[in-house]
């Protein structure tokens, strides 16, 4: 759909972490740059957190406008705040969208809110692009909420042949469905590597010895 004013696509991208913002950066300033959309990037959910930092500010650090702040009030992790946040970013995306009417809805992955926001685009009718659908974390309510998300999308781009095949499986239309990569490779082959006298500064630490790094990512 085309914006008769303006003569570009409004697009809305929601972001809600700074995982997933670090994977959608290249892709919001390469369409940013697209005289052909009109971006409109809404922060919420955990950039919006003093305990996890005020993330948001990074996305203007990289000199991203963003439209609209999203607060939910994420707080424990419980079943009832888990409901209570998403009960929320389900009522306030709901507005924004009647207040804006964007073209397009564009959200990658699996979180609760992001759930919430396509239940609210769905029911408006916006059209959903979906990032990273057809991926598999079993034993995990991100399974439920990914695999949900897909079914409200009418376009879907996930990250290898596998992925795409799930999403077909799902009954998904396979000319709805895109094998497109992984959007990191992006971010890697952007990113500036420090040299290692630079990296032991960074961080503090002398590689005297042969050195292993291991990191841990805990699944609820």
């Given at each position: 759909m085309l914006n008769k004013q303006t003569n570009k696509i409004n697009i809305c991208i929601v972001t809600g972490s700074r995982a997933e913002y670090g994977l959608l950066k290249p892709l919001i300033k390469l369409m940013i740059s697209n005289k052909d959309f009109d971006v409109k990037v809404?922060?919420?959910?955990?950039?919006?957190?003093?305990?996890?930092?005020?993330?948001?500010?990074?996305?203007?650090?990289d000199n991203i406008p963003i439209h609209q702040k999203i607060n939910i009030s994420i707080g424990e992790t419980s079943a009832d705040n888990i409901n209570q946040s998403f009960s929320k970013c389900l009522s306030k995306s709901s507005t924004y969208f009647v207040e804006n009417k964007p073209d397009y809805l564009l959200i990658l992955g699996d979180r609760y809110e992001m759930l919430a926001i396509a239940i609210a685009a769905y029911i408006?009718?916006?059209?959903?692009?979906?990032?990273?659908?057809?991926?598999?974390?079993?034993?995990?309510?991100?399974?439920?909420?990914?695999?949900?998300?897909?079914?409200?999308?009418?376009?879907?781009?996930?990250?290898?042949?596998?992925?795409?095949?799930?999403?077909?499986?799902?009954?998904?239309?396979?000319?709805?469905?895109?094998?497109?990569?992984?959007?990191?490779?992006?971010?890697?082959?952007?990113?500036?590597?420090?040299?290692?006298?630079?990296?032991?500064?960074?961080?503090?630490?002398?590689?005297?010895?042969?050195?292993?790094?291991?990191?841990f990512h805990p699944v609820p």
């Open positions: 809404v922060a919420t959910a955990s950039h919006l957190e003093k305990k996890f930092g005020y993330t948001y500010k990074e996305i203007e650090k408006h009718q916006i059209p959903i692009a979906h990032i990273n659908g057809g991926e598999a974390t079993s034993g995990t309510m991100d399974e439920g909420f990914r695999h949900s998300i897909s079914k409200l999308s009418s376009l879907h781009f996930p990250s290898t042949e596998n992925y795409r095949q799930r999403l077909i499986q799902l009954g998904e239309n396979p000319t709805t469905v895109f094998n497109v990569g992984v959007l990191s490779v992006d971010n890697i082959n952007n990113f500036k590597l420090l040299s290692k006298s630079e990296l032991e500064k960074s961080i503090n630490f002398k590689f005297t010895n042969p050195t292993a790094i291991i990191t």
